[in-house]
């Protein structure tokens, strides 16, 4: 599977580090939402779901967690341990949540508002509907 990775650029100096996220420039959406996780316990894992419609960049902006994507064919492990790394999950791609540090910041900006209706939370469900989208292409 690709798994497409943003490097954004960090703009350094004596004083430090920054870095930028423009909308459309460094990443190909418009966002709408933002929200990040902190404070995850001990080997806790989360996500479990897909989206119908829904387009994310997630930066580990501090610490690091590992992200499981499967897209119904082919799975991938990703390690997000750097600030100025962003990975991009678009919809159709189950993803789970893992391996989170003790003071892992993972960011995400969503290109839609919060719907749970554009959840997709079991398993066998995603499976098919990727299977049925690929058969009547
Ligand atoms: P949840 O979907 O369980 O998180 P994960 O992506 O790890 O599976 O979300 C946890 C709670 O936060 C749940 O009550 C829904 C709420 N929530 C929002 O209100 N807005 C959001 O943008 C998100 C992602 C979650």
Redesign the pocket.
């Known amino acids: 599977m690709e798994v497409i990775k943003y490097a954004f650029e960090p703009h350094g100096d004596d004083r430090g580090q920054l870095v930028a996220i423009e909308a459309q420039l460094d990443i190909p959406f418009e966002v709408r ?1 933002v ?1 990040y ?1 902190y404070d995850t316990l001990a080997g806790v894992r ?4 897909a989206h119908q419609d829904l387009e994310q960049i997630l930066v580990c902006v501090h610490g690091s967690c590992k992200i499981h994507l499967d897209n119904g064919y082919e799975t991938a492990e990703v390690v997000l341990d750097k600030p100025h790394e962003g990975l991009y999950i678009s919809n159709d791609m189950w993803r789970e ?1 893992y391996d989170f540090s003790p003071d892992a910041v993972l960011l ?1 900006l ?1 290109s839609r508002h ?1 719907d ?1 209706a554009d ?1 997709i939370r079991d398993y066998e469900v995603f499976l098919k509907m990727v299977h049925d989208k690929e058969t009547n292409q």
């Open positions: 939402r929200y996780i989360r996500g479990f779901h949540m995400v969503a919060y749970e959840y």
